[in-house]
């Protein structure tokens, strides 16, 4: 049961990177270099993207589970379920149109007025900081190249999010790109972790 539990927070984690990097090829107005991931729960297709968010944020929480009957690490389980908890809101709440996608929308960061703007941007640093503190939690229990691996992570991870946050407060012309590496950091080490632990036999 728990290798499947963590082999479906695997796949759910590379289920998300897939729709994240395929759903904008050929979105008229849709540039991902410039444009972040959420934006592409807007306009055409965009509730693909919504449900991409949700099954992730399913599949974090179960993954928590498995990391917990894995590792016994409570921080890190109680981390990785804010951090599902987090995908699902920010499924759940759109987004205002903003930075110039859909294509009438003046470009730049004006806008995100509504309610539901705000409560769907409080999620990401949420889930990003959640992530980071799961990385340092469960180092402790990860040894050798696992644990190196792990605190690598958490380095470049913690270094892509104040990065992507920057460019976002700056409208940078890189910021989808920027927050896509960010993404890919965090949930290659999840997708990773979950296969190495499902198939690695208990010690002791």
């Known amino acids: 049961m728990t290798g499947a539990l963590l082999i479906l927070g695997s796949v759910t984690a590379f289920v998300f990177v897939a729709v994240l990097l395929m759903l904008g090829q050929g979105r008229a107005g849709y540039d991902a270099v410039y444009h972040t991931g959420s934006e592409l729960m807007l306009g055409d297709r965009g509730w693909i993207q919504r449900v ?3 099954q992730f944020g399913v599949g974090m929480v179960v993954f928590a589970v498995g990391v917990n009957q894995a590792l016994n690490s409570v921080i890190g389980t109680v981390l990785f379920a804010i951090f599902g908890l987090g995908s699902i809101v920010s499924g759940a ?4 149109p903003i930075r110039g996608y859909p294509p009438e929308v003046p470009r730049g960061n004006s806008g995100g007025v509504s309610w539901q703007h705000k409560v769907h941007n409080a999620a990401g640093p949420i889930m990003f900081l959640a992530i980071f503190g799961a990385c340092l939690a469960l180092a402790g229990r990860l040894e050798g190249a696992w644990q190196l691996y792990t605190i690598l992570t958490a380095v470049v991870g ?16 890189r910021t989808g790109l920027v927050q896509r590496a960010l993404i890919v950091v965090y949930l290659a080490w999840i997708a990773l972790l979950g296969i190495h632990l499902a198939t690695t036999p208990p010690q002791g």
């Open 158 to 173: 913690f270094a892509l999010t104040v990065a992507t946050a920057i460019a976002w407060q700056r409208d940078a012309a």
């Open 52 to 54: 991409s968010f949700l």
């Open 93 to 96: 709440f759109l987004p205002d």
